[in-house]
């Protein structure tokens, strides 16, 4: 039943789940295809262990939208042209005096330094150029099924878990099944899920069903053993698509 609860989300959500998908996002060799596309992940390559240390994750660590940076340099006590920070828009782009707008999405902080001080330096005397992040832009993930508070969940960059995004839900309820979670992810127009038991992870220590998240992914806790699609995920999977396309930037 979970092989069709993902193929049947892939199509609510409005994703092409047939041939012409794999020609243009090839699932991994490991992994298990349906007939009409959707992958179901049979390693860690797209579904990776949590890390447990905060400063490997900050370590590793790629710009995000909306992300707020600290410029600092030796004799700018006011800023860079008066600016101390500066803040990732909706496209990626962010704004400098003088220089116009420098591409960070995506980039290390080792690689947005050297992109800002690129474009800063042709307009500034800049010794000592750094940045710093001032703050992380909190990721969207969706937790539905049986939790306590199920919706939209804002998650801490270093909080981008399986577990954690469950315990912001308030948790599993009565009727919910931690051995059963289901994890949904789309990449590239191609649907990827996969099973998490997180009772093995709680009870167990078995780190390996921690798994973690990316924004937009959709955690569903159903309430028995076998994910019926029809009943338990179809009216979620509906009211998440309303949300991301009315949230879309």
Known sequence: MKKIAALTAGILLGINLGCGVLEHAMPMANAKVEDNGAVECLDNEIFKVARLRPESVVKEYRIAKYDTLNLMASGHVDGIGGVEEITVDADGMARLPYSGNV???????????????????????????????????????????????????????????????????????????????????????????????????????????????????????????????????????????????????
Not at 124 to 135: P, T, V, Y
Not at 173 to 191: F, Y
């Open 103 to 249: 591409k960070l999405s995506g980039l290390t902080l080792d690689e947005a330094r050297d992109a800002l001080y690129s474009s800063l330096s042709r307009y500034f005397k800049l010794a000592d150029f750094n940045i710093s992040m001032k703050e992380y832009a909190p990721r969207q993930v969706y937790v539905m099924g049986n939790v306590i508070e199920p919706g939209v969940k804002d998650m801490p960059v270093d909080s981008m878990n399986v577990y954690a995004a469950v315990s912001a839900a308030g948790g599993v309820d009565k009727r919910g099944r931690s051995k059963h979670i289901q994890l949904l992810r789309q990449i590239d127009g191609v649907l990827y899920y996969r099973e998490v038991n997180i009772d093995a992870f709680v009870k167990k220590r078995d780190l390996s069903q921690n798994i973690e998240l990316e924004e937009g992914d959709i955690v569903y806790v159903p309430d028995s053993g076998k994910v019926v699609f029809s009943e338990d995920i179809a009216p979620y999977i509906n009211i998440y698509a309303t949300y991301r396309a009315l949230t879309k930037d």
